[in-house]
């Protein structure tokens, strides 16, 4: 769907809050669940305080937050690298993907062997493996790089590459902490735009993080806004626009009022 193209009353419900639902939720189970979330480091630092978040299937979640709010934490939590203090956290899913800043990528393996890596590690079957590795190459848009070293790629090129090494997996969570953070701005929209593309075509649940607000409502299908740490979730607002969304979105009079909300809960969250 374009913006153009977009149902008036998709538009129309942009700037106020949601409708109720009219019958019983169809809604998928979530494959991640917090239920007041709580950490505290052992030095005594509370990250994170009675957060509730859901991922369903489908869904594209993005947190923004200040620095330092508990975003990182957060993650860190789901992935399972991280217990919580207090609360629940349930994720469901069989298998999730991360994404970092830090593509993270084996410098001495070249892109094709890169992406092979963790079905290698899972002990998938070797002809599986490359199936899936020359899928998954081919549809983040890496066809023809198989054989080049990390060293020989650009930044967009070596999270693309990080992103069809999670891909092999099949996840129905992924988890991205910035993950285009340290690109420029229009790696940075042509990468979000090819996320999006995955996300419609794979309908995995996606937990990710960023600082721009911009980045949060063009991809996600809601935007979370934590307070200043002990980071708690002050507002949740929901992205009407549809999956196939195009550049020219963000030039909307609807995109830029969910941008304005999104950024005043983040002021008010600070101060
Ligand atoms: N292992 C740790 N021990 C103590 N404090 C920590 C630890 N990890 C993170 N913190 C602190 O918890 C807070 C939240 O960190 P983090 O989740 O990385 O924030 P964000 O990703 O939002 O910038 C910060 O104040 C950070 O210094
Ligand atoms: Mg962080």
Known sequence: MSVTSAPSSRAATSAAPPPPPSGPAPAAAPCLRFRGLAKTFPDGTTALQGVD????????VTVVGPSGCGKSTLLRIASGLERPSAGEA?????????????????????????VELLAELHHRPRAETRRAAAEAIELVGLAGHEQKLPGALSGGMRMRASLARSLVLEPQLFLFDEPFGALDEITRERLGDELLRLHAAKGFGALFITHSVTEAVYLSTRVLVMSGRPGRIVTAVDVPFGADRDPELRFTPEFAALCGRVSAALREGHS
């Open 53 to 60: 978040l859901d991922v369903a299937p489908g869904d594209f």
């Open 90 to 114: 349930q994720v469901s899913a069989e298998q999730i993907g991360y994404v970092f800043q830090d593509a993270t990528l084996l410098p001495w393996r070249t892109v094709a062997r890169n």
